[in-house]
């Protein structure tokens, strides 16, 4: 169902689907662990065709991704092309992207359905880089772009026939995405861009095709002086300086590279020139939501593995979840994930109905990101010992879960987007 090209194509398919079993539903307690079950569809703004498209990405994740995660954490990188391609062909790239250029075109609401689904793969790197292609380097292209540049670059991406990669994080410029340095000038012709400089951080960069490059194409004001790019990645003149090793998500190869002369047409500029800034923060937007809505089932599956773990573990006469302290911190952090989980629907609702959600979105992230740190720390003191090896999830989701923190914008960032909205911030009073 999910290869249909058209809305009408996919609500006739999931017409004649089958009633979704208990067992592939997103929120019933898969092992058994809490008696009560919700269903996707009391949700309010989930529909049964939400939760046919989430159980048929669960099939495809249990087939092809979950049975070769370890071996990918292991080797610190999967491939990217095969895993691409599988997701491609079932429609999961292009889920908000129009159907000519291979898109399903439906809402938002079905793009952060997938998201969510996706944190049913047992590490974090993997949904990253997913994102990366669907939520972070497309966007701007599907909406701004000429004709020519989506069937170059964006039909391919939701093809999964390319991989996509994004650059704007520098060495010098995190979080402050005005401050970056890299340039790409006109040439002496006026037909091609020169561009100049580098960029850290890029995850798939090892392995991408192509990158959606934020770059300066001119002097003047930090935020209207920035252009989107579509870059080939086979270009004279990019490096890949070198492979990051990072804490967590090792799945996901992470690059830095520099940019010597690499020349592109002018044509490959998304959108209007100058208005770079303005897509990308639209982008993050989308970016945030999806990263919420990934942190969801890790955090839920971290305190499901807890509870069977500590029952059935014992210490001192009686099981360690016995223990008060264990079961009220157990109920104590599903209480917090539900609120979080509440918040990331409102605003997706809201979105979806053509509401600013700004606000939202930074405190849902804010909230994941903590709620991460935390839930993640305290769940993993009662593994005792295992908790400290490579052979549970909790500790791979201890390191993961760590980056939601930083990446995509840093907590004080968050914070500093709400401070502005309720007139809090030096300066936007």
Not at 10 to 22: A, H
Not at 111 to 125: D, F, I, K, Q, W
Not at 366 to 393: C, F, H, I, N, P
């Amino acid at each position: 169902c999910t290869a249909c090209l058209s809305r009408s194509m996919m609500l006739r398919c999931f017409s004649r689907s089958l009633v979704i079993p208990k067992e592939l539903c997103f929120r019933v307690r898969r092992i058994g662990v809490l008696s009560t079950s919700f269903e996707l569809t009391d949700e309010a703004i989930f529909t049964d065709e939400h939760q046919t498209l989430r159980s048929s990405l669960r099939k495809l994740i249990d087939q092809h991704i979950n049975p070769y995660v370890d071996e990918w954490e292991e080797a610190k990188s999967f491939p990217a092309h095969r895993v691409f391609k599988k997701l491609g062909e079932a429609g999961f790239l292009g889920v908000t992207k129009p159907p000519e250029y291979g898109g399903l075109g439906l809402d938002f609401s079905f793009s952060a359905a997938v998201a969510e689904e996706l944190g049913h793969v047992r590490c974090g790197a993997i949904p990253m880089a997913v994102g990366v292609q669907a939520d972070m380097a497309t966007p701007a292209l599907a909406r701004f772009g000429s004709d020519e540049l989506k069937r170059q670059f964006l039909a391919p991406s939701i093809a999964g026939d390319a991989v996509a990669c994004v650059g704007v994080s520098e060495a010098g410029a995190g979080s402050d995405v005005a401050s970056i340095k890299t340039t790409a000038r006109p040439s002496s012709t006026g037909d091609d861009l020169i561009i100049n400089g580098g960029k850290m951080w890029t995850t798939s960069g090892a392995q991408a095709d192509w990158m959606c490059l934020l770059a300066n194409t001119r002097e003047g004001d930090p935020h209207r002086n920035k252009s989107l790019i579509c870059l080939p990645m086979d270009s004279k003149g990019i490096t890949i300086s070198r492979k990051i090793d990072k804490l967590g998500m090792h799945a996901s190869d992470t690059v830095e590279m520099a940019f010597e002369d690499v020349r592109v047409p002018k044509t490959h500029i998304i959108g209007e020139e100058g208005k770079g800034f303005q897509y990308q923060m639209m982008q993050f937007q989308e970016e945030r939501m999806c990263g919420t809505a990934m942190s969801l089932q890790p955090l839920q599956r971290m305190i499901e593995q807890t509870i069977e773990y500590t029952r059935n573990r014992k210490a001192f006469g009686q099981s360690i979840l016995d223990n008060q302290v264990v079961h009220f911190k157990l109920a104590e952090m599903q209480t917090e994930l539900e609120a979080l989980r509440s918040l990331h629907y409102r605003c997706i609702g809201m979105y979806v109905n053509g509401k600013d959600v700004t606000p939202l979105a930074s405190m849902a992230k804010l909230k994941a990101g903590r709620l991460g740190r935390v839930l993640a720390d305290a769940l993993l003191q009662y593994w005792g010992g295992m908790g400290y090896t490579s052979e549970v999830e909790v500790s791979r989701q201890f390191r993961d879960q760590r980056l939601l923190s930083i990446a995509g914008g840093a907590d004080e960032v968050m914070l500093s987007i709400i401070c502005k909205w309720m007139g809090t911030l030096p300066g936007h009073r």
